[in-house]
């Protein structure tokens, strides 16, 4: 029989089956992972049964019949890392054996048994996974204690009870030591089951988020080669990883030497951020990136470099350009309106003036007869005038305020007379070189405005050569046979180009030489507005105008206009002689009416003038049909000339009425019906067409 010291050093030398139990309690807790808690449960206790077999199969005798081993220990165990299950399957297995074995501890031995057990469960309700050293230590004592009254059912309860108080020393402490190591080594194991198994999941997760990014992820080290990167850069760059690792990041660089310039900013900043940077993808197009990157010095990995994220950016930079261009269309509309607005006030207050010195003209024409003295210098005053009109008219087009008077011309006959006035004004050391005008190309067009491109074009070539040069003109012919991005429509087309040998325009500058105001002359030079108004006639005209420019060599200005072939609706315009009467007439205008009044007088006509228009409404309410012909300005200052001509039409609805206007329609001078204005007369007007239109409105009123 054992006792003392030898007892618990052969207790504790049944303790080597406990290494066999952590081996197998990791390679249970891996492969039941899964698996319902049950099922779990019943696997623990078959294994924790099995090594209790072994445990008991080392026979320890204490007394006749009476043994002792470790069991115990593997019941507790069993129960406090199994659960109540597999403590009760563990008890039975050791039950059966124990009364296989016989003997007079049976009872005691299964009475232990239950209470390890119990135990056990108990333990492994109120345990945490974090079990700390102390809290083992205080199961082990109370485990210890609640198992010793299994010796009393041994032989009598005297017999039990004296068994246990010379057992609870050394077998207590065998038995504590066992609980103890076997609840710190499975706790360990445990913990580092959990442990592993979290860093698996996290890694999943990790890994699954990496590959779910769309942002690239990536790791260069310090040489520029990539050793990591994610698989998004197979949408952003058209690469897989697995082609790109290894490799030199400038070798995607569409500019490698920025490359420098970043590891520069990282060295010295620690970081870059945002950084917009163009690389090449797989199939050669650009893709444009963000860069968020920082330095790496990971001692622990032993790695130095970079690291951070790319993100694609083209499509952004793509809508930032689009959102600009609609900004630039935008503030291109507001400036047309704008400057459609400005030609409408200068219409108006400068053919004023052009009337006031028309009439003056036409005037001191009539006093000094066709054979005075100055008759030359008074025609020249009329023809600028007709000249200044015309430029009012273009702009008017320009702004669309006006429709152009279009007509099928001879286009080189225009062209002779737009040169004849270019070779006045643009210095001899510019050479102008023109083809043969003999020929015969008509375009339904302006004539004014055709004359007004070529004076533009030429003058804006003029300006191109200071220091003198040569300006080459060509008309040729060419068929066109299907719709292009320049036409609107098929045909025969007209091109007339303009070429200079100056300096060219620069790249930058080409695609806003159209925009109204613009210019690169100095101030004084220039008002950026010829080449728009050439633009604004040409597609009215159904045309284009294209440009080329080699800088520092030549430019070419080409205008595409649609050929006519019916040459029989070729238009010359006849000259109206002065048609006179002696009528009445009421005459109304805050600015020229003095001079007004002079011309109606020379055609013979009897003119009651009057600034005020309510003076002149007064003097018509007092004797309505004292007057043949009632002629007013539209723009004055108390009421417009067409409210004046609503009330003077209320007053006697069959007095005709001429409206003066410097606008080119009835809607624009604010009169959207008509109905009250008989004749519509555009400022400045000669007195050829002032006579016709206010006799063509008293014949039509008197029915003649």
């Given at each position: 029989?054992?006792?003392?010291s030898?007892?618990?050093l052969n207790?504790?030398?049944?303790?080597?089956?406990f290494l066999l139990?952590v081996?197998?309690?990791?390679?249970?807790?891996?492969?039941?992972?899964?698996?319902?808690?049950?099922?779990k449960?019943?696997?623990?206790g078959?294994?924790?049964?099995?090594?209790l077999?072994?445990?008991m199969?080392?026979?320890i005798?204490?007394?006749?019949?009476?043994?002792?081993?470790q069991?115990?220990?593997f019941?507790?165990?069993?129960?406090a890392?199994g659960?109540?299950?597999s403590?009760?399957i563990?008890?039975?297995?050791g039950?059966?054996?124990?009364?296989?074995?016989g003997?007079?501890?049976i009872y005691?031995?299964?009475?232990g048994?239950l209470l390890?057990a119990?135990?056990g469960?108990?333990?492994?309700?109120i345990?945490?996974?974090?079990?700390?050293?102390?809290?083992?230590?205080t199961y082990s004592f109370?485990?210890?204690?609640l198992?010793l009254?299994?010796?009393?059912?041994?032989?009598?309860?005297?017999h039990?009870?004296?068994l246990?108080?010379?057992?609870a020393?050394?077998?207590?402490f065998a038995?504590m030591?066992?609980?103890f190591?076997?609840m710190?080594?499975?706790?360990?194991e445990?913990?580092?089951y959990?442990?592993?198994?979290?860093?698996v999941k996290?890694?999943?997760?990790?890994?699954?988020?990496?590959?779910?990014l769309v942002?690239?992820?990536f790791?260069?080290?310090?040489?520029?080669?990539?050793?990591?990167i994610?698989?998004?850069?197979?949408?952003?760059?058209?690469?897989d990883p697995?082609?790109v690792?290894?490799?030199?990041?400038?070798?995607y660089?569409?500019?490698?030497?920025?490359?420098?310039e970043?590891?520069?900013?990282i060295?010295?900043?620690g970081?870059v951020?945002?950084?917009e940077?163009?690389?090449?993808?797989?199939?050669?197009?650009?893709?444009?990136?963000s860069?968020?990157?920082?330095?790496i010095n990971?001692?622990?990995?032993?790695?130095?470099?970079?690291e951070g994220?790319?993100?694609?950016?083209?499509?952004?930079k793509?809508?930032?350009?689009?959102?600009?261009?609609?900004?630039?269309?935008l503030?291109?509309s507001?400036?047309?309106?704008?400057?459609?607005?400005?030609?409408?006030?200068?219409a108006?207050?400068?053919?004023?003036?052009?009337?006031?010195?028309f009439?003056?003209?036409?005037i001191?024409?009539?006093?000094t007869?066709?054979?005075?003295?100055?008759?030359?210098?008074?025609?020249?005053?009329?023809a600028s005038c007709?000249?200044?009109?015309d430029?009012?008219?273009?702009?008017l087009?320009?702004s669309?305020k006006s429709?152009?008077?279009?007509q099928?011309i001879?286009?080189?006959s225009i062209?002779?007379?737009?040169?004849?006035?270019?070779?006045?004004f643009?210095?001899?050391?510019?050479?102008?070189?023109y083809p043969?005008l003999?020929?015969?190309?008509?375009?339904y067009?302006?004539?004014?405005?055709?004359?007004?491109?070529?004076?533009n074009?030429?003058?804006?070539?003029?300006?191109?050569?200071?220091e003198?040069?040569?300006?080459?003109l060509k008309?040729?012919?060419?068929?066109?046979?299907?719709k292009?991005?320049?036409?609107k429509?098929?045909?025969n087309?007209?091109?007339?180009?303009?070429?200079?040998?100056?300096?060219?325009?620069e790249?930058e500058?080409?695609?806003r030489i159209?925009?109204?105001f613009?210019?690169?002359?100095k101030?004084?030079?220039?008002?950026?507005?010829?080449?728009?108004?050439?633009?604004?006639?040409?597609r009215?005209h159904?045309?284009?105008?294209?440009?080329?420019?080699?800088?520092?060599?030549?430019?070419?200005?080409?205008?595409f206009?649609?050929?006519?072939?019916?040459k029989?609706?070729?238009?010359t315009?006849?000259?109206p002689?002065?048609?006179?009467?002696t009528?009445?007439?009421?005459?109304v205008?805050d600015?020229?009416?003095v001079v007004?009044k002079q011309?109606l007088?020379?055609?013979?006509?009897?003119v009651n003038?009057?600034?005020?228009?309510r003076?002149?409404?007064?003097?018509?309410?007092?004797?309505p049909y004292k007057y043949d012909l009632?002629?007013?300005?539209q723009?004055?200052?108390?009421?417009t000339?067409r409210?004046?001509a609503?009330?003077?039409?209320?007053?006697?609805?069959?007095?005709p009425?001429?409206?003066?206007?410097?606008?080119?329609?009835p809607?624009?001078?604010?009169d959207?019906?008509?109905?009250d204005?008989?004749?519509?007369l555009?400022?400045?007007?000669?007195?050829?067409?002032?006579?016709?239109a206010?006799?063509?409105?008293l014949?039509?009123k008197?029915?003649?």
């Open positions: 029989m054992l006792s003392g030898s007892l618990f207790l504790f030398n049944n303790l080597a089956f139990i081996v197998l309690y990791a390679y249970i807790l891996k492969k039941t992972r899964n698996q319902n808690k049950y099922l449960q019943t696997i623990m078959i294994v924790f049964g099995i090594l077999f072994g445990c199969h080392v026979k005798p204490v007394a006749e019949g009476v043994l002792v081993d069991r115990n220990t019941a507790i165990l069993s129960g890392f659960g109540p299950l403590a009760l563990t008890i039975v297995i039950s059966i054996y124990r009364i296989y074995l003997g007079q501890g005691g031995g299964i009475l048994l390890s119990v135990c469960s108990v333990i492994f309700v345990r945490k996974k974090d079990d700390s050293v102390f809290k083992n230590l109370i485990s210890t204690v198992i009254p299994g010796f009393l059912p041994i032989v009598s309860l005297q039990g009870w004296n246990m108080k010379s057992m020393i050394p077998y207590g038995v030591a066992g609980i190591m076997g710190i080594l499975l706790s360990n445990e913990r580092r959990i442990t592993t198994r979290e860093l996290s890694e999943k997760r990790f890994r699954k988020l990496f590959e779910s942002d690239v992820v790791r260069i080290d310090l040489s520029g080669k990539i050793v990591l994610s698989p998004s850069c197979k949408k952003v760059f058209g690469y697995e082609e690792i290894g490799r030199q990041i400038t070798d660089y569409k500019n490698p030497q920025n490359r420098n970043i590891i520069k900013r060295q010295r900043d970081f951020e945002n950084l940077e163009e690389m090449i993808r797989k199939d050669g197009s650009t893709v444009i990136i860069v968020n990157a920082k330095f990971d001692i622990n990995e032993g790695f130095l470099g970079t994220i790319i993100r694609d950016i083209t499509n952004l793509n809508a930032e350009k689009e959102n600009r261009m609609l900004e630039e269309n503030r291109q507001q400036k047309m309106e704008s400057v459609g607005r400005l030609a409408g006030g200068i108006h207050d400068f053919n004023n003036i052009l009337s006031a010195i009439a003056y003209a036409e001191a024409r009539d006093k007869g066709e054979s005075g003295p100055v008759e030359e210098e008074i025609c020249g005053i009329i007709e000249r200044a009109k430029l009012i008219s273009h702009i087009v320009f669309r429709q152009p008077k279009k099928i001879k286009i080189e062209i002779h007379d737009a040169l004849s006035i270019v070779r006045a643009i210095p001899s050391i510019i050479e102008i070189r043969d003999s020929g015969s190309s008509y375009i067009a302006d004539p004014t405005a055709i004359h007004q491109i070529i004076m074009l030429c003058t804006n070539a003029y300006h191109a050569m200071p003198g040069g040569i300006i080459e008309l040729e012919k060419k068929k066109i046979a299907d292009i991005q320049l036409l429509e098929s045909g087309y007209l091109i007339l180009s303009v070429k200079d040998n100056g300096k060219g325009i790249p500058i080409v695609e159209f925009d109204p613009f210019t690169t002359k101030i004084g030079e220039g008002t950026g507005m010829g080449l728009s108004v050439v633009d604004g006639i040409v009215d159904n045309g284009k105008i294209t440009v080329e420019s080699i800088q520092g060599s030549e430019t070419i200005f080409r205008v206009l649609p050929e006519v072939e019916n029989n609706e070729l238009s315009e006849e000259i002689s002065l048609i006179k009467g009528e009445r007439i009421l005459l205008d600015e020229v009416v007004t011309r007088e020379i055609l013979g006509y009897k003038d009057f600034i005020s228009v003076e002149a409404l007064n003097e018509f309410e007092i004797d009632v002629m007013t300005d723009a004055m200052p108390e009421m000339g409210i004046f609503e009330k003077i039409k209320k007053i006697r609805d069959d007095i009425v001429v409206l003066c206007t410097g606008y080119n329609s809607s624009d001078a604010g959207n019906s008509g109905k204005i008989d004749e519509l555009i400022k400045p007007v000669s007195l050829e067409n002032l006579s016709a206010i006799r063509k409105t014949d039509k008197s029915g003649h």
